[in-house]
């Protein structure tokens, strides 16, 4: 943990909040946030942690100014950056913006290498509180540790608080050095879709294809409050008609199953990861907001020991995973399947602590809670995936 975490307490558990891209993609607008914003509020995910507001990549005009400062795009923002930043906070929210470590953003405007002072003093001018960092545009031969612990200097060096989000894909191995750069979290994937899983042709990873990689990874050292490992942002609730899904090079035909959204909400909470929604708020079913703001799964991603939840028993359509717990340990049965399966491990196979000869099992869907000399089973659906707080009596 760097000094100006033990100073500022930032990102002492998972961020969480909602980001423009997935939902938007190029198309974004300051009305676009703005509802969001509202909707954030309005939902009640707001009272249940979501609190920042995430404005992703094409918000910049197409040009800086001869001082290479950033300006808002005048049609899609006319009001300027900061009346969009004020307007969040006016909301009890955070506000959140994009840049990358690079000539240029992924989408060809203007980003920040070389310009990192700079640009740094107007995201804080602005009231910016997280900066997403992308890893596009040409480098100039620098590697991405000069280029990620720039910008960490030059955020560190300002005079407000900004969470520093890394996106780096993870081709550096970011985890070994993003917390030494300044960040807060750090992306150790590719980009995720909104499908199960892709060919090799296709952009970007689906949600099961993350879980494997994260798993062969083995990186769960590497997480504890205040720097988190990052499988990117959530497509719970989203499918071919999002903003994404439209604009990469990605052929998705279907949402996202219930199961599906089920199981990746209950793994990036396993993991411990950020969580940033990416679908459109202003459309959500109350299934959705029923599922992202479970509070057994939410208290899971934000514990505050800070673990990464990691793989027991790994086969080809049944995995065992589990996290230790400030006060025991979550188990997930996950059925990666066709056909409905029953999943069963003895929680000495597990990361819960085993303190003793009975245990309290609470069923993190139904909220069902009961008792147990050590087995712990269940019937899962296809893609399904049980997931339990088990804490020893």
Known sequence: MTDDESETGLARTPPMGWNSWNAHSCEVTATD??????ALVETGLREAGYEYVVVDDCWMAEETDEGGRLSADPE???????ALGDYVHDRGLKFGLYSSAGSHTCQGYPASLGRERT??????????DYLKYDNCGNHRGRDAV????AMGDALAAVDRDIVYSICEWGQSGSWRWGRNVG???????????????????????????????VAALGIAPAQAPGGWNDPDMLQVGNGPDSAQSQHEPTDIHRPLTDAENRTHF?????????L????????ISADLLDLLTNEH???IDRDPLGLQGTPDRRGATQEVWSKRLHDGAAVALWNRGEEPTDIRVDIDETAVPTAGDRYTVRDCWSGEQWETCGDLSARVDPRETAVFRVSPR
């Open 33 to 38: 946030i703005r509802d969001a914003a509202d």
């Open 297 to 299: 799964l939410l208290a």
């Open 276 to 283: 940033m929604i990416g679908t459109d708020l202003t459309d």
């Open 183 to 213: 960040g807060h979290c750090w992306r150790v994937a590719d980009d995720a879709v909104a499908k199960w899983q892709t060919s090799g042709e296709e952009f970007g990873l689906g949600i099961a294809d993350i879980v494997d990689h």
């Open 146 to 149: 000069s280029r990620y612990a």
């Open 266 to 274: 209950a793994f990036w909470c396993l993991l411990g990861a950020p």
């Open 76 to 82: 899609d923002f006319p009001n300027g950056v900061s």
């Open 119 to 128: 640009h740094a003093e107007q995201f804080a001018d602005w009231g910016v």
